[in-house]
């Protein structure tokens, strides 16, 4: 990669080292990068994924991932205190209620949903035809537009930016249809 670019290791001056959600192993994998950048006299700056939000500005939310075991991370902050802790499927739908209460998420646009893996698995493959055997840990890179009625009307490249200009495009037009009926 940094041969593509005409670059060799010594060219890189800082490393921003991101860790999970993923793998046991591909965590280490990742840990094992920083240290050897950090081998190199490299500045590594390494956190969490759960705090990107925190780190980028987001004063206060709620982040929730697939944990292992069927377990469930939990990580809240706001500008006075954070906490993180585990919870179990069973527990997880209480969890997101109590959470929607707590932020005004009361109208009919928000569903907080949840559901067995192997049914979503299911719905990944079979309703959106997106590759799903590495759930939980996996997931797709595409955004799916979905209509009003419930049907697929674009999938679009979320690593692409043009295809993510394209997509905030045609959620306008969608937006502007729907309010027009």
Known sequence: MLLSKSLDIESITE???????GSYT?????EGMGQIFEWQKTSVISFYHHFVPKVIGVESGVFVCSAFKGEHFIYEWN?????????????LLEVLKNYADIYG???????LL??????????KRDGFMLFADELPQGHAIKFILIDENGNIRKYFDGTDEASLSILKKDISHLVKKIQKT
């Open 79 to 91: 500008q006075e205190k954070s906490t993180e802790k585990l919870v179990s499927g069973e527990e």
């Open 15 to 21: 490393v921003f080292l991101s860790n999970g959600p």
């Open 105 to 111: 998420i009361n109208d009919q646009r928000w569903h």
């Open 114 to 123: 949840t559901s067995e893996l192997s049914n979503i698995k299911s719905l």
């Open 26 to 30: 591909g965590v280490r994998v990742g």
